[in-house]
């Protein structure tokens, strides 16, 4: 089945620690996205990927940088840097530039040890 | 900046009771609308979406009408149930070709069907 694969679901940081986030799709998209989303605060755009080789910075990316080596993954990695990650992160991926629709992945809840 | 703006939650009815979600908006321009729908511990899917104004987006029996005189696309539906409880985000897409095109979401609303 296609879809978007996150890992861990959980995860711990302990402070001054660079932890990362696995995403993953077989859609065949040109185009991922992390997103945070914090209680009552609705999702915010961290990165964006329109194509393998290029990222752009969203609304929040201070304390975060990504990657997007091949087509399929999209990880991101959160730095010592960012000093609030406590957070659920969601992984989205869009197909062509007139396909709308984002498909998601189940998330990753990363909390502060 | 393009922004969202939806109901605050969270909203508890009855099963079989009418539901209304308010979502207004903010652009420049003619954005597409959409409303997605999060279960617990999951992601986000898409539920329906209009494109232009006076499209109805439907699906699994809920509504929305893209109204551009009042810049709102409220959700709708006649008969809630209890497997409607989740998280309900309202969001808009300008497609700017170069630039940032992902979403901008509302905050979300928060619905409890209780049997």
């Known amino acids: 089945d296609g879809g978007i694969t996150q890992s861990p679901k959980y995860l711990f940081r302990k402070e001054g620690q660079n932890v990362t986030l696995s995403c993953e799709q077989n859609?065949?998209?040109?185009?991922m996205y992390w997103y945070r989303q914090d209680p009552g605060q609705g999702l915010r755009l961290i990165y964006y990927?329109?194509?393998?080789?290029?990222?752009q910075k969203g609304d929040i990316a201070e304390g975060y940088s990504v990657s997007r080596e091949k087509k399929e993954s999209f990880p991101l990695t959160v730095t010592s840097a960012q000093k609030n990650p406590t957070a659920f992160y969601l992984c989205?991926?869009?197909?062509?530039?007139?396909?709308?629709?984002?498909?998601f992945g189940s998330g990753t809840q990363l909390s502060v040890l | 900046g393009d922004s969202v703006t939806q109901m605050e939650g969270p909203v508890t009815l009855s099963e079989e009771a009418f539901l209304t979600i308010n979502c207004t908006y903010t652009a420049t321009g003619y954005p597409s609308l959409f409303w997605y729908v999060q279960y617990p511990g999951e992601g986000l899917q898409l539920l329906l979406k209009a494109t232009k104004a006076d499209d109805k987006g439907s699906n699994k029996g809920f509504e929305a009408t893209y109204r551009k005189e009042t810049t709102s696309f409220h959700l709708e539906k006649g008969s809630v149930q209890v497997s409607d409880s989740a998280v309900y985000f309202c969001?808009?897409?300008?497609?700017?070709?170069?630039?940032?095109?992902?979403?901008?979401f509302g905050k979300g609303t928060h619905l409890i069907i209780q049997p």
């Open positions: 989205a991926s869009r197909g062509g530039a007139t396909n709308e629709k984002l498909f």
């Open positions: 859609l065949n998209h040109d185009a």
């Open positions: 969001a808009l897409r300008m497609y700017s070709g170069g630039g940032a095109d992902g979403l901008t």
């Open positions: 990927s329109q194509i393998v080789n290029d990222f």
